[in-house]
């Protein structure tokens, strides 16, 4: 359940405005732009409070397409005064939410993201009921298919708690975060396993304490064109905190934008993840790139950098092109080789709220093994 922080829930409660039944005529007062009368949501999302239906469409190559409903609640928004808060965070969202692919995923549950004292402290919290069906890869090992994988399966229930802390009227944030997931684990029947693997079938918990320095500049939350991002994570895992496995995670991501005319902007994305201890061989990093299916190539430590140019051919529309490159280090446990991958593609996007930033499109993108289509709302990254 792949800003931003707390980003997620927001583009999951504006689902809807892309839908096909929002082109269908049935369309709400003030969905159109006073300035060139093309369709735009930006005032129906400024005055939106109350209940909300959300289609959610999956297109994760890694599970396959899906669908899904979320009914999600704007709270009423808080008017700030801009001279003392020159910033404006996004609205309360409550959102309840489930969905299934084709590979027989399927996950429910809720969530809340709460801003509190005038967008200095946002909160957000899920509990979600999850089963998933996936694919471990381990490179370079002659007793493994490696095209193939080892298919599994997760079914358990996930818990994560949220806040951050805004310094002053900066841009810099200080967070801390909890994940819990209790779950039963299976792999698929007849699969061979390599011996360093566990049991076919075993029961978890996995539980980690986490911290971050967040600092953000950008122009939107939602689909920036200016501005820098950067975030450090540390989490713990360890059995302090509930969980049946003790490892390290750090996490490092840096995005810049740069803004080219009016409508065009190039984006950079720079991520590292690396891990240590005992990891559970489904919580390894692994190369996040469109193009290659999550969980595709995995590392002790990943490293990806990826550059998009987001061409504005009007002041609605714009094409986008993308590509990247990702490197994976061994996994020692596993006598897997390390990977280096590349990926890439292009798209369009329609300016689906002028006010707000925010576009909307489709991404078509080629990796080593395969062509994906992904629907895009916002940002195709996250950190």
């Known amino acids: 359940m792949k800003p931003k922080q707390n980003r997620s ?3 999951l409660a504006i689902f809807c405005l892309w839908s096909p039944l929002s082109w269908s005529g049935w369309l709400p007062e003030g969905l159109f732009d006073e300035q060139d009368g093309q369709f735009d949501a930006s005032d129906y999302l400024a005055s939106a409070k109350g209940f909300l239906p959300v289609p959610i469409i999956i297109t994760e190559p890694a599970v396959g397409f899906g669908l899904g409903l979320a009914v999600a609640y704007f709270h009423a928004p808080k008017e700030l005064d801009t001279e003392v808060h020159p910033h404006k965070g996004p609205p309360s969202i ?5 969905a299934k692919t084709e590979n027989g995923t399927y996950f429910y549950g809720g969530g809340h993201l709460g801003v509190w004292k005038d967008d200095h402290i946002r909160y957000t919290g899920a509990l979600a009921k999850m089963n998933i069906n996936l694919t471990f890869y381990v490179n370079g ?3 493994v298919v490696q095209d193939q994988g080892i298919d599994f399966n997760i079914d358990g229930t996930l818990l994560f708690q949220q806040g951050q802390f805004r310094l002053k009227e900066s841009d810099w944030w200080l967070g801390v975060n909890y994940v819990y997931t209790t779950a039963d684990n299976t792999f698929g029947l007849g699969e061979i396993l390599p011996p360093d693997l566990p049991d076919p079938q075993f029961s978890f918990d996995l539980a980690g304490l986490g911290t971050f320095v ?3 500049s950008t122009n939107t939350i939602f689909t920036p064109s200016s501005g820098m991002a950067a975030k450090f994570a540390f989490r713990n895992f360890a059995n302090t905190w509930g969980s049946d496995f003790d490892f390290d995670n750090y996490t490092g991501s840096l995005f810049h934008y740069t803004p080219f005319g009016d409508y065009s902007s190039l984006g950079l994305r720079f991520v590292g993840q690396t891990v240590s201890g005992d990891v559970p061989y489904f919580s390894y990093p692994f190369v996040s790139l469109r193009g290659i299916p999550a969980m595709r190539y995995q590392g002790e430590s990943a490293l990806v950098a990826e550059a998009e140019y987001l061409w504005g051919i009007t002041p609605r529309w714009s094409l986008v092109f993308f590509g990247g490159v990702g490197k994976t280090t061994t996994i020692k446990k596993f006598s897997s080789e390390g990977q280096t991958v590349g990926a890439g593609g292009l798209g369009f996007r329609y300016r689906l709220a002028r006010k707000f930033g925010l ?4 991404d078509v993108a080629r990796g080593p ?3 994906s289509i992904y629907l895009t709302v916002g940002s ?4």
């Open 369 to 371: 093994e395969d062509t």
């Open 214 to 216: 967040l600092y953000d």
């Open 9 to 11: 829930l927001i583009v």
């Open 141 to 143: 090992r002659d007793d």
């Open 359 to 362: 576009q909307a499109g489709v």
């Open 380 to 383: 195709a990254w996250s950190l």
């Open 94 to 98: 409550s959102v309840g939410f489930g």
